[in-house]
């Protein structure tokens, strides 16, 4: 009974340990956003100007 209980413990804080280190290396990464100018997934409309926001798809 004990070896099991030592054995769940080791995996919950090898687990948790994953986690943290997963969710500091994502904090640390440089996310960036593509301009909406340059997003070839958003199309205009025919009859706007450039000030118009653009239509979704």
């Known amino acids: 009974m004990k070896v099991i209980l030592v054995v769940a413990v080791i ?3 090898a687990v948790l340990l ?3 280190l ?3 290396k994502a904090y640390t990464v440089k996310h960036t956003v593509d301009p909406l100018e340059n997003n070839p997934n958003i199309l205009k ?4 100007t450039a000030d118009d926001e653009p239509l979704q798809k």
Not at 45 to 48: F, R
Request: charged share 15%.
């Open 11 to 13: 995996i919950i804080l």
């Open 18 to 20: 994953l986690a943290v």
């Open 22 to 24: 997963t969710t500091s």
């Open 45 to 48: 409309d025919e009859n706007s």
